[in-house]
């Protein structure tokens, strides 16, 4: 504050008031005494007018229909090779008839049962997606595949017959999490 107080001086405000009376009255008197539309094109400078000085419907009216498309360019260059992804998942299972593990990946344990069969994953499945695909085995319609529940590592598999029976057939279950 000291520093601007040293700079005050009576020459430096009367100077400051001065051009801001001269810039104000220039354009009060230009508004009073120009007539409207007094001023043509020919009185403009070029490119004194621009679109962000025209109002919104003078804007729009320049707008026009699209034109057509150009020719399609050349296709660029082949990009290098990325690093392969990880794996959709890593849970697998292959399950015989008689409940036996025959491969997989992340299974822990298949405890036995008689009409479904419960299949143990070393992990949380409560929040993935399962798929089951039962072996080529004829005589089975449909199959029913869920969590396990009370086991958050778990997941029933229930082939039934056409006549909606359970009937323990070998599968091969997939786990997305």
């Known amino acids: 504050m000291n520093r601007l107080r040293g700079r005050l001086t009576y020459s430096n405000v009367l100077a400051t008031v001065a051009l801001a009376f001269a ?9 009073t005494q120009l007539q409207k539309e007094s001023v043509g094109t020919n009185a403009l400078k070029k490119e004194a007018v621009t679109p962000s000085k025209l109002s919104r419907k003078a804007r729009s009216g320049m707008i026009g229909p699209a034109g057509p498309a150009g020719p399609k360019g050349d296709p660029g260059a082949r990009g290098e090779r990325g690093e392969a992804g990880a794996p959709a998942t890593t849970l697998t299972a292959h399950i015989s008839a008689v409940g036996k593990l ?6 822990t344990g298949i ?8 299949v143990d994953f070393d992990r949380d499945v409560g929040d993935c ?3 089951v695909t039962l072996d080529r085995t004829s005589g089975t ?6 969590p396990l529940e009370g086991d958050p590592d778990g997941v ?6 056409s006549n909606g029976n359970h009937v323990l057939r070998p599968f091969y279950l997939a786990v997305f999490c």
């Open 129 to 131: 997606n399962f798929q």
């Open 23 to 31: 810039l104000a009255g220039g354009t009060a008197f230009a508004a």
């Open 156 to 161: 029933v598999v229930e082939p039934l017959d």
């Open 111 to 118: 405890p036995p049962s008689e009409k479904a069969y419960a």
């Open 102 to 107: 025959l491969g997989g990946n992340g299974v």
């Open 141 to 146: 319609a449909s199959v029913v595949v869920g």
